[in-house]
């Protein structure tokens, strides 16, 4: 089964990420281009400023695929950062200031970044914390800060020129986990990006140039390509810094206060914020309906009921975006109009969409077959990693001109109705809050700890919703606290398990393999009534075990328990910053939760501020 777009015929190239900085080019220069808290840049400052950045990089010898790594938070410095790398015509490799040293280092050295791009402040120190983390990968790759401060952008100067660059040429790498141990980068050219951006306006996704859009998700994850781009096109880039990302009241403020049109976020993201944000939404909300680009992750049925309830009132425009980061992004497209089972849509116009089976034949309608995507949006491969490139970019057995395809592993069926249902994995690879996760990587790490014998990664679900479990064989006992200790070092916050189950033995088939179905369940907490919280606890301090009683899904909760040891994590601790609002009347920053994960210690800082 083949699926094409009804809307455009791909074909070889529709442009070049020359093209977008041509358009970048033509906003009317007293437009807000990105706002930052209390900092806005208008177009014509950006222009500016990016022009800046490229002229120092070019000054460095830095162009046509040479990489250039961003090691900024998301703000107006990574969007000049990365606008001028374009402009110089090299290509950016976002590194998240807040991964561990070692995969930071890992990044810079695998894609044989020529630079990395720091604040300013890191520099001198003005930042510890930001200079600390420069310090750490200094001997990795030579580090500059060459994005201008507001005030030092120089205008007026005669504009840099954007280098010529060809539509194959690279655009960017980002990293996803690997199946190997280790995450691999994607290299994709600039024509895809441009071609990205062409394919969202086609289909009516986005509307007309001149919407906000909130830029949610980190630089390291695909999704923020789309959101970045829209600048190109003459949208104002709202960020959302990690406070407020993190608390749902504070975005649904933010989106309302600065009358966003536009929001790309994951469904377990969305959840909570619809909370907070549907007595916000209108028919006569002035913005217009919320367009919601969701994505990341598989959507449940009562998330899409719901969803698509706020669709029908026309509080929301919805829709279901499906794409590995191999393929640009987004390869389709489902809108949430209907009250029914979900569907990630049809394929977008960019992109021939093919089910086959494992000797790459078509499959019928409504049977289950591997995705492959083909088309000019299809990445460049793995960087660095030949080997790996063709095992998952194969030659296209329908294709007259010896192009590609990508495997993806994912599975899908067309339904009757021409739309496609996501059923899953065909191997170990698996989703979690909107990323990516080769379990054997984080079973690489596990298994490195001396005291380890065999371990094993899989994905359940916790009492607080889906999570990681390792499950390991030791050969000392006490070994739990130093594999957490282990993982938080090595792995970024949303690889690290939730759970951590010791096995004397690991289930086997007759065939002597891992029976992996038998694994057990994390066991539950058992319930235990009043006596649950202890008899210890302060009034604050047994409020807010009962808060996380009902975020955990826990009932024994001590004064000294440790909120991630329970089972929490990232998008927990998001429900817990805002129900100890709605309970306490208290807003505390996420941060607190992560230095403060104890009991005990919490309500002392939430103590501090009643």
């Keep these: ?72 938070p998301r703000g107006t410095d990574l969007v000049l950062g990365l606008i001028g790398t374009l402009t110089a015509g090299a290509a950016y490799l976002p ?13 810079l050295e695998d894609a044989a970044a020529d630079l990395a791009i720091v604040p300013c402040a890191s520099v001198d120190g003005a930042h510890d914390g930001c200079a600390r983390k420069v310090e750490e990968v200094a001997d990795a790759v030579p580090v500059c800060a060459i994005v201008p401060a507001s005030t030092d952008i120089e205008a007026g100067r005669e504009p840099f020129l954007p280098a010529a660059v060809g539509a194959n040429d690279l655009a960017y790498v980002i990293y996803t986990s690997g199946s190997t141990g280790l995450p691999k980068g994607v290299e994709v050219g600039r024509g895809s990006v441009s071609a990205l951006l062409e394919d969202l306006e086609n289909e009516n996704i986005v509307g ?8 949610n998700a980190s630089a390291s994850f695909d999704a923020s390509v789309q959101q970045w781009v829209r600048l190109c096109r003459g949208d104002t880039v709202v960020t959302f810094d990690e406070e407020t990302r993190s608390d749902p009241a504070a975005m649904a403020e933010l989106i309302d206060g600065q009358a966003l049109t536009d929001l790309d976020i994951t469904p377990s993201h969305a959840d909570p914020l619809l909370d907070h944000l549907e007595g916000l939404l209108g028919a006569d909300r002035a913005a217009g309906p919320l367009t919601l680009l969701i994505g990341g992750e598989p959507i449940g049925r009562p998330f899409w009921r719901r969803v698509n309830a706020l669709v029908e009132k026309g509080h929301l425009r919805a829709v279901n975006l499906y794409g590995p980061t191999e393929c640009t992004v987004d390869a389709t497209a489902g809108w949430m109009d209907s009250d029914g089972e979900p569907h990630i849509g049809t394929v977008l116009p960019g992109l021939e969409l093919r089910l086959l089976d494992q000797r790459l034949r078509p499959v019928a309608e409504g049977e289950t077959g591997e995705i492959h995507l083909a088309g000019h949006r299809v990445a460049r491969g793995y960087r660095r990693a030949p080997v790996l490139t063709a095992e ?37 690879q698996v989703k979690l809050r909107g990323f990516r996760i080769e379990p054997g990587e984080i079973e690489g790490v596990l298994g490195s700890h001396p005291g380890v014998a065999e371990v094993v990664v899989d994905l359940r679900e916790l009492s607080g919703g889906p999570g990681l479990v390792a499950y390991y064989r030791t050969r000392k006992d006490g070994l739990e606290q130093g594999l957490r200790e282990l993982a938080r070092a090595e792995l970024p916050g949303y690889m690290e398990p939730a759970s951590y189950v010791e096995l004397a033995e690991f289930p086997r088939t007759p065939s002597g393999k891992l029976d992996r179905a038998a694994l057990p369940d994390p066991e539950p907490t058992e319930e235990t009534g009043e006596e649950a919280f202890g008899s210890d606890l302060t009034s604050v301090e047994r409020l807010i075990a009962e808060v996380w009683a009902r975020v955990l899904g826990v009932s024994r909760i001590a004064a000294e328990d440790d909120f991630f040891r329970l089972g929490g994590h990232s998008l927990l601790a998001i429900k817990l910053v805002s129900q100890v609002k709605a309970r306490l009347g208290v807003r505390i920053p996420l941060k607190a939760v992560y230095e403060n994960p104890r009991l005990r210690d919490l309500a002392s800082v939430i103590e501090s501020e009643v």
């Design 1 to 72: 089964m083949t699926m094409r777009s009804e809307t455009l015929e791909p074909t070889v190239t529709r442009g070049t990420a020359r093209d977008l900085l041509e358009r970048l080019a033509e906003v009317p220069g007293d437009r807000e281009a990105v706002v930052e808290g209390e900092r806005v840049l208008t177009f014509d400052r950006l222009r500016e400023g990016a022009a800046h950045v490229a002229r120092a990089l070019s000054e460095r010898g830095i162009g046509r695929e040479r990489v250039v790594a961003l090691c900024l």
């Design 95 to 107: 590194v998240d200031p807040a991964l561990p040293v070692e995969r930071r280092r890992h990044l």
């Design 208 to 215: 007309p140039p001149g919407g906000r859009v909130g830029w």
């Design 392 to 428: 998952r970019f194969v030659p296209d057995p329908m294709a007259v001109d010896g192009s590609r395809m990508y495997r993806t592993g994912d599975l899908a069926r067309l339904r009757e109705d021409g739309r496609l249902e996501y059923l899953g994995r065909s191997d170990r």
